[in-house]
């Protein structure tokens, strides 16, 4: 099994381009999210998705679309980057228990840093 | 909003040593989670506990609810222990669905 996987592993974005970062799992897993991390802060979630076809915003959504059309995949999308979108960003998943994502195991990706210029 | 601190922020330690790491949150929740982000930046889960105490080789994790206070600790460390190691909860409430991570603890251990 691979786990999880993120695609690409790099990126420079000049400011007002666009991009989709791709997760995807082979865990079977229902939940998945997307986090950013930045220095001197924790990660913090952007959006997340509790099964196929559904998403929700997270603490910091603004900037971000998502899509999750298929159980295995997760898009985080940038219609116009911004400096303050440079980051390393993180996908999680984990499996159902009970209805509460906080008391799951996250099974994370190895990131992709972007900078946005 | 659940606030989570980590301490130390940063730790040096020579191999041997035991370590031990602390995470203080502010509201109730349903599990805490401990983390290590490797040197390279994967994120690993070493440990979701809800109650009591977790131990797994060299790392044993331990939680207070009353005192909302969880401690990492490893014994006999070793360089390749050196990481970043990570605190976070997840909060009881059935529309709630999110962690709320700690600024992360820097480990260094020296041979």
């Known amino acids: 099994n691979a786990g999880v996987t993120q695609t690409p592993k790099f990126r420079v974005l000049k400011t007002g381009q666009s991009m989709t970062l791709l997760c995807a799992q082979d865990?079977?897993?229902?939940?998945m999210y997307w986090y950013r991390q930045d220095p001197g802060m924790g990660l913090r979630l952007i959006h997340y998705?509790?099964?196929?076809?559904?998403?929700a915003k997270g603490e910091v959504p603004d900037g971000y679309n998502v899509s999750r059309l298929k159980k295995q995949n997760f898009l985080l999308g940038l219609e116009s980057a911004a400096p303050s979108q440079t980051s390393v960003y993180f996908c999680?998943?984990?499996?159902?228990?009970?209805?509460?994502?906080?008391?799951?195991?996250?099974?994370f990706g190895p990131g992709t840093r972007l900078t946005v210029l | 909003k659940n606030e989570v601190e980590q301490s130390p922020q940063n730790l040096t330690a020579q191999e041997g040593e035991f370590i031990t790491i602390n995470c203080s949150y502010s509201?109730?929740?349903?599990?805490l989670h401990w983390l290590q982000q490797h040197p390279g930046g994967g994120i690993v889960s070493l440990f979701m506990?809800?109650?009591g105490k977790k131990k797994h080789g060299r790392l044993i994790a331990t939680i207070n609810i009353q005192e909302k206070h969880s401690s990492l600790h490893i014994t006999a460390s070793h360089p390749r222990d050196s990481a970043v190691y990570i605190c976070?909860?997840?909060?009881?409430?059935?529309?709630?669905?999110?962690?709320?991570f700690g600024k992360g603890t820097l480990l260094t251990v020296n041979p």
């Open positions: 999680a998943s984990s499996r159902q228990r009970g209805g509460r994502m906080g008391t799951d195991t996250q099974y």
């Open positions: 998705s509790v099964g196929e076809g559904t998403t």
């Open positions: 509201v109730g929740i349903s599990a």
């Open positions: 976070a909860v997840g909060e009881r409430g059935g529309s709630n669905y999110k962690l709320t």
């Open positions: 865990m079977n897993h229902e939940y």
């Open positions: 506990l809800s109650s």
